[in-house]
């Protein structure tokens, strides 16, 4: 009686010393929540051109100017789930100050990063963060579908002269030909958040003199980090 007891005892030992073992090198999954980098008093300072283009004599409009983007509070959303406040600067020059134009929203789920932009929501970003991985960034607005595709992971870049240990690449959206252009890039730093953003919408228009297809209408914006901080 006494030795099955003992057995019994043992047994349990090594049961018990087992699943401590697997509880302690249980390693969470990485999802990738870093990129999104919400957290209140976080901010991001952008270096912005922008060219504006509207006929065969080349650009109508052309501007330099700084967007600072700051995560300003945290609240609770129409659906009950953690949302965070994000106040949008912009200064014209080094002798302006900031002045207040936008107050946008973003939120993290299990599965996605969401950013509210001019009342319109997007999904920038999808978890686990997977390269090739695809999804439709305009699922929570009424635009239509837009595939969206991690074409890099956890690569090391330097932009605006900033180097930078883990950035992902995200295209939203791309398609050259000979009468148009149209390419939407986004970039997202372990940490900081959004760091490099491309806008690019021309239409071509063949010009006769030349004898090339030339821009004639659309816009080419770029965001690029300057400095960052929180």
């Not at 057995?7 to 090198?25: G, P």
């Not at 409009?61 to 659906?79: A, G, N, P, R, W």
């Not at 439709?136 to 240990?165: K, M, P, R």
Request: aromatic share 14%.
């Amino acid at each position: 009686m006494k030795k099955a007891i003992g057995l019994i005892l043992i047994a349990t030992i090594i049961l018990v010393s087992c699943s401590k073992k697997k509880e302690e090198d249980y390693v969470e999954p990485y999802l990738g929540h870093d990129y999104a980098a919400l957290e209140v008093g976080k901010y991001v300072v952008y270096d912005v051109d922008s060219f504006f283009y509207d006929d065969f004599n080349g650009m109508i409009d052309s501007s330099f100017y700084q967007i600072k983007e700051v995560v300003d509070s945290e609240f609770t959303d129409l659906e009950g789930d953690e949302a965070f406040k994000i106040i949008r600067y912009r200064k014209e020059s080094d002798t302006t100050g900031w002045v207040l134009i936008d107050v946008w929203q973003s939120k993290l789920t299990t599965t996605n990063f969401q950013k509210v932009e001019e009342n319109v929501r997007f999904v920038k970003l999808i978890f686990p963060i997977n390269k090739n991985d695809t999804w439709n960034g305009n699922s929570l607005n009424n635009n239509e579908s837009e595939e969206y595709d991690y074409t890099a992971v956890d690569q090391a870049e330097t932009i605006g002269g900033n180097a930078l240990s883990s950035v992902l690449t995200v295209l939203q959206f791309e398609e050259i030909n000979l009468i148009e252009e149209k390419t939407f890039t986004e970039k997202y730093a372990k940490g900081i958040g959004l760091v490099y953003k491309k806008s690019v919408d021309l239409t071509k228009e063949y010009n006769t003199a030349t004898g090339e297809f030339e821009r004639s209408l659309g816009y080419d914006i770029t965001m690029t980090l300057s400095s960052y901080g929180g």
